[in-house]
């Protein structure tokens, strides 16, 4: 295989999706929260190793292991769902997929990407405003003492941008049905 030979079969081979690789600042703005998310669920990983060495070992658990558990986890579930909505990563059933053709098909899914981000709004404002009522309280985590509404905020601000993504989708696939591809 020549440098000169770029196939697609090529791009199938790299271990990341080439369409998200922008030539610009949107590139790492893109990715930044799959590092996120990436850096959680690597820090869950050896805080749980940990926990189960010092449980056996020296009958010595770490005490805040379930609430740094559930900590990242909202991270790493909330950071993914804005690049997992973009490039319509999410699971389907496509079982009723050839009743439709390319047009319907296309419309169904515009309409499913406008709703669903219309509908995300909601849960953004009402999880901001529940953050926003657990820092009026005062309301701390049990053993780290961290403020809660931090978790909270976190929530509804990856919440609006996949839903504002989900909204960007719909939009996108409207103006340029053809060019997009995800």
């Given at each position: 295989m020549t440098p000169d030979d770029t196939t697609s079969d090529s791009a199938a081979l790299l271990p990341w999706d080439m369409r998200l690789r922008q030539p610009s600042l949107w590139r790492y703005i893109a990715v930044l929260p799959t590092w996120l998310g990436a850096a959680s669920l690597f820090g869950l990983m050896t805080m749980t190793f940990a926990d189960v060495i010092l449980r056996s070992l020296f009958n010595n658990p770490i005490e805040a292991a379930t609430e740094?558990?559930?900590l990242a986890m909202a991270i790493i579930v909330f950071s993914?769902?804005?690049i997992v909505s973009w490039k319509g990563a999410h699971i389907v059933v496509d079982l009723m997929d050839p009743l439709f053709s390319r047009r319907l098909a296309l419309l169904r899914d515009i309409l499913i990407d406008l709703l669903c981000g219309a509908i995300l709004l909601w849960p953004a404002k009402r999880v901001w405003e529940l953050a926003e009522r657990a820092r009026?309280?005062?309301d701390?985590?049990?053993?780290?003492?961290?403020?809660?509404h931090y978790a909270g905020w976190f929530i509804a601000g990856f919440t609006l941008l996949t839903a504002l993504t989900l909204l960007a989708r719909g939009v996108a696939r409207i103006i340029a049905p053809s060019k997009v591809h995800f």
């Amino acid at each position: 295989m020549t440098p000169d030979d770029t196939t697609s079969d090529s791009a199938a081979l790299l271990p990341w999706d080439m369409r998200l690789r922008q030539p610009s600042l949107w590139r790492y703005i893109a990715v930044l929260p799959t590092w996120l998310g990436a850096a959680s669920l690597f820090g869950l990983m050896t805080m749980t190793f940990a926990d189960v060495i010092l449980r056996s070992l020296f009958n010595n658990p770490i005490e805040a292991a379930t609430e740094l558990t559930r900590l990242a986890m909202a991270i790493i579930v909330f950071s993914s769902l804005p690049i997992v909505s973009w490039k319509g990563a999410h699971i389907v059933v496509d079982l009723m997929d050839p009743l439709f053709s390319r047009r319907l098909a296309l419309l169904r899914d515009i309409l499913i990407d406008l709703l669903c981000g219309a509908i995300l709004l909601w849960p953004a404002k009402r999880v901001w405003e529940l953050a926003e009522r657990a820092r009026s309280y005062g309301d701390m985590t049990e053993y780290l003492h961290l403020p809660q509404h931090y978790a909270g905020w976190f929530i509804a601000g990856f919440t609006l941008l996949t839903a504002l993504t989900l909204l960007a989708r719909g939009v996108a696939r409207i103006i340029a049905p053809s060019k997009v591809h995800f």
